[in-house]
């Protein structure tokens, strides 16, 4: 069975920081573009970050650009997002994706529908 999952998630005080993990199971991600997304209550899901099948192209939402980076370990089958200075508005449910490309066109664009696999989230909420 192939499967995300998120983990990393909790309660944290803004300005805070917080290291988000997406492992895969039942496939490799090698071949895979990540995309982490988020879904805050009563909002639409937005593209937080993505990265490329072989880590070298990244890509972040103007929202988070400056606080957040995504990294991957594929030899651990693993991807990374590392939050820093959380502000209250990034209480959200975090998901990650998975898309099976080498392109680098799919993280200029946070595409939800593009994406073949998702996790079942994580919860992070900033709050003091």
């Known amino acids: 069975q192939l499967q995300l999952l998120e983990s990393g998630g909790g309660l944290v005080q803004p300005g805070g920081s917080l290291n988000l993990s997406c492992v895969a199971s039942g496939f490799t991600l090698d071949y895979y573009a990540i995309g982490w997304f988020r879904q805050a209550s009563g909002k639409e899901r937005e593209g937080v970050a993505c990265?490329?099948?072989?880590?070298?192209?990244?890509n972040s939402a103007d929202s988070v650009k400056g606080r957040i980076t995504i990294s991957r370990d594929n030899m651990k089958n693993k991807v990374y997002l590392q939050m820093n200075s959380l502000k209250p508005e990034d209480t959200a449910v975090y998901y990650c994706?998975?898309?099976?490309?080498?392109?680098?066109?799919?993280?200029?664009?946070?595409?939800?529908?593009?994406?073949?696999?998702w996790g079942q989230g994580t919860q992070v909420t900033v709050s003091s």
């Open positions: 994706a998975a898309v099976a490309t080498y392109s680098d066109y799919v993280c200029e664009y946070f595409n939800s529908y593009e994406y073949d696999y």
């Open positions: 990265i490329t099948f072989n880590g070298l192209s990244t």
